[in-house]
């Protein structure tokens, strides 16, 4: 997993409310259990029209969004059925992070767990975010992990909520079975200080 520590760039405002697991990844790309590939797919009902032609009103077709690496979502953002293609599509996309006001739970330990950083921040910031976008599309947002702030254009820095444990992890990149290898000496030191029980039933 690619080390998450400060990520500036260009945000694509989607602004959607309740934008579910199906919408980001139709069920048609739920084959693969890759996590490349899935980029292709991403709001792939949304980016295309019938005839397989880009929308040109789509959000990520537009040329300011093209290369963005954030996403500024609307209120719930990921809910629906439980998918892990859902943050895999983002990455493979090029997506680093998510703001929105709030997250469905599955969704957010999904993305957290595979090095996409979802930031929940209070209304009235991202209401002022996506003011702000819509004055300068191409302004970039920064999101400083360590310090748990997004910074938007207008100078303000905002704090947002990331358990400790998914923090260590995003920024030494490393995902919870990495973690754990990270931890064989004190593992072994510990199973060596405490020997197996023996029942003797």
Known sequence: MDKFTKLEGVAAPLQ?????TDMIIPKQYLKTIKRTGLGIGLFSEKRYKDDG???????????????AKIIVAGDNFGCGSSR???PWALLDFGFRAIIS???ADIFRNNALKNGLLPVTLLQPA???????????PLAPVAIDLDAQTVTLQD??????????????????GVDELGFLLGEENAIAAYESAHPARVCTR
């Open 126 to 136: 991202h209401a002022r975010l996506l003011e702000l976008l819509a004055a300068s």
């Open 155 to 172: 100078g303000t820095a905002h704090a947002f909520p990331v358990d400790p444990f998914s923090r260590h992890c995003l920024l030494n």
């Open 101 to 103: 006001t709030g997250f």
């Open 84 to 86: 892990e293609h859902a």
């Open 53 to 67: 032609s880009e929308n040109p009103d789509f959000v990520l077709n537009k040329p300011a969004y093209r290369n």
């Open 16 to 20: 959607m409310i309740n934008v579910d």
